[in-house]
């Protein structure tokens, strides 16, 4: 059954907080990822198509979303066992709100990841705008207390700035989904299938307020400017296979919700209204990104305004709409697994360095070969170098952009690209190759270490799939990204 896809990893994340056994806490979380692996491969054999009830189902846009989110947990299951072991002799203590758990802090990190992968399941296969809006906030409860893992005082302030902004923004979503309530006269079902088919008797006035608030709330969890005030300071606190999920994952079910109220404008005949919205919001959020970039001292917190970059190209692509939108589906999955790689390299670099300063570590491809490779990797596959995927999508957006006729939005697309390449190029290029400044900053004792395999096999594998998509897409593999845009309406 479908709903299994959340009930399974729901039920090992409760047990992973009263079983004891560090071992099999771990166990839980392999079982959790492998089991999520091929209950949505099973998913994909047998074809996406919504459910008979109101409630779930999987649509092309929502198994997208859910292959995303599987894949990238599984790469982060196998780092986290060999994270955790490492730092097993570590004696911290974490609370959920107030609640403190008396068992170890890892078990509620594991529960915690577990839940997460659920909550975040949840979203993807949620027909209903308030089922979709519950899961939202779920995601928000159970992966606050991952942020502050560590319980060092920047880490719990992240926390705390996470749940109060994204807290605020999913109020302003609950208020959208009354707007559309009210759209439909209080006939209409909030389920996606009756909103769509019944669009045209919707009250347009309530439908773009209902847009207007959902994009504002879902935008802050989307981390969308200028309502991404709690990003960079999450993205940077957290342990690093903490960032990978919330970028790579969480970023993508916020968007989710976007792009379901943007299908449904657009089955009402206001998708240029949604759409222009989400065009301006898209380039806004690009060109913050930039600013932020330019001098950046903190790699792991240019890590987080690279995904505010890239929101707003998801977001500009789709609201071009057609082969632009197209493209924003492939750049969903490009995006994701590509910072996971650049936030689990991040974490091997700051256990190596001891150091987020970016003046702090310097000849990385020396001190530690693997980990060089790869975040020289990352850098040219975020920014949008070939060969790598996210190349390919952002030209698909860009040749979508031009059919449209939108030159002068492709002109600041490029733009802004341009500048975001440029300055991380002057942070990432000297971490790689540069010489210390002084023997403080080189590590000696790590030199030529050769990295663990649970770091190396997750991240090489993360890169041969970006890798591979840049080289060839498979006829089925475009066609499916196509028909998740079609999901949008308007194509």
């Known amino acids: 059954m479908l709903i299994s896809i959340v009930l399974i990893p729901l039920a090992l994340g ?12 771990r166990g839980f979380l392999m079982i959790g990822a492998i089991s999520h692996g091929i209950m949505t491969m099973v998913q994909a054999l047998q074809k996406a198509h919504p459910a008979a009830g109101i409630w779930i189902g999987l649509d092309a846009a929502g198994l997208l979303f859910l292959s995303i989110t599987s894949l990238l947990f599984l790469a982060v299951a196998v780092y986290t066992v ?8 570590r004696k911290v203590r974490d609370s959920v709100e107030g609640f403190l758990f008396q068992n170890e802090p890892e078990a509620v990190f594991i529960s915690c990841l577990l839940l997460f992968l659920s909550s975040m399941s949840m979203v993807c296969i949620s027909r209903d705008m308030g089922l979709l809006w519950v899961a939202v906030e779920a995601t928000t409860l159970v992966s606050a207390p991952l942020i502050s893992f560590h319980s060092h005082h920047r880490s719990l302030e992240a926390r705390w700035k996470y749940l109060l902004i994204c807290s605020v923004g999913i109020a302003v979503a609950l208020l959208g989904n009354y707007f559309l309530a009210f759209a439909g006269h209080g006939k209409t079902h909030l389920n996606l299938d009756n909103l769509i088919k019944g669009a045209a008797t919707l009250d347009h006035a309530w439908l773009k307020a209902a847009f207007l608030m959902l994009l504002v709330g879902y935008g802050t969890k989307m981390g969308m400017a200028p309502m991404h005030t709690w990003l960079p300071d999450a993205h940077s606190e957290s342990p690093s296979m903490v960032s990978a999920l919330l970028s790579g994952a ?16 657009s089955a009402a005949g206001l998708g240029v209204f949604s759409g222009e919205l989400l065009v301006f919001f898209g380039m806004f959020s690009m060109a913050v990104a930039a600013a932020f970039m330019i001098r950046q001292t903190d790699y792991k917190r240019m890590l987080a305004y690279s995904s505010i970059e890239h929101m ?10 057609g082969l632009a939108a197209t493209g924003a589906m492939f750049h969903a999955l490009n995006h994701s697994m590509t910072k996971g790689v650049l936030f689990l390299v991040s974490g091997q ?5 001891g150091s987020k300063k970016t003046e702090n570590v310097r000849h990385v491809i020396n001190t530690t070969p693997l980990t060089g490779i790869l975040w020289l990797s990352g850098f040219l596959a975020i920014t949008g170098a070939p060969p790598f995927g996210p190349f390919m999508s952002e030209v698909t957006i860009l040749k979508g952009m031009l059919q449209s006729g ?22 990432v290029i000297p971490m790689a190759f540069g010489l210390p400044e002084s023997n403080e900053t080189f590590v000696p004792s790590l030199a030529n270490k050769r990295e663990p395999l649970w ?17 060839y897409i498979p006829g089925f593999v475009w066609d499916f990204f196509g028909q998740a845009a079609a999901v949008a309406g308007g194509f």
């Open 455 to 471: 770091f190396a096999v997750p991240a090489m594998a993360l890169v041969a799939v970006i890798l591979a998509l840049g080289l």
């Open 14 to 25: 409760l047990l992973a907080l009263v079983i004891p056994g560090k071992g099999v806490r």
């Open 82 to 89: 060999g994270y955790l072991g490492r730092d097993s002799d």
């Open 406 to 427: 939108r030159w002068a939005v492709a002109a600041g697309y490029l733009l802004v690209l341009g500048i975001i390449f440029i300055a991380m190029a002057r942070i």
């Open 312 to 321: 707003g190209i998801m977001a500009l692509g789709l609201g071009i709409g």
């Open 250 to 265: 969480l970023l993508n079910c916020a968007f989710l919700g976007i792009f379901r109220a943007h299908s449904v404008l």
């Open 349 to 353: 670099m700051l256990f190596t360095y």
